[in-house]
């Protein structure tokens, strides 16, 4: 069993940045590829980025290939997900996920637990 907690999310100026945190309980954070998805009011949820779980390769939406960098530290059991040159249409519910597989991880199918969000806001 997995427990997600994720924060840093907030109101930010389009341009800014933000940072979110997941923490994760357990001792077996390390064994799970990780990963955060968004969803707006209406939309479905949408894959962002994700990480296996020895960091060694990491997966990108396009919509945020060159602006957002996911990254974790097991030691602290933390993925994090930095977030610049931010947009409006970056408003949504952020969601870290944890899951077992080390595939086809821009599925929402593919993970086994999920945190309960944070929001971001940008403002245009």
């Known amino acids: 069993q997995v427990q997600l907690v994720e924060s840093g999310g907030g109101l930010v100026q389009a341009g800014g940045s933000l940072r979110l945190s997941c923490a994760a309980s357990?001792?077996?954070?390390?064994?799970?590829?990780m990963g955060w998805f968004r969803q707006a009011p209406g939309k479905e949820r949408e894959f962002v980025a994700a990480?296996?779980?020895?960091?060694?390769?990491?997966y990108y939406a396009d919509s945020v290939k060159g602006r957002f960098t996911i990254s974790r530290d097991n030691a602290k059991n933390t993925v994090y997900l930095q977030m610049n040159s931010l947009k409006p249409e970056d408003t949504a519910v952020y969601y870290c996920?944890?899951?077992?597989?080390?595939?086809?991880?821009?599925?929402?199918?593919?993970?086994?637990?999920w945190g309960q969000g944070t929001q971001v806001t940008v403002s245009s």
């Open positions: 990480i296996t779980w020895s960091g060694s390769s990491t």
């Open positions: 996920a944890a899951s077992r597989s080390a595939t086809y991880l821009s599925h929402v199918n593919e993970y086994d637990y």
């Open positions: 357990g001792r077996t954070f390390s064994r799970y590829s």
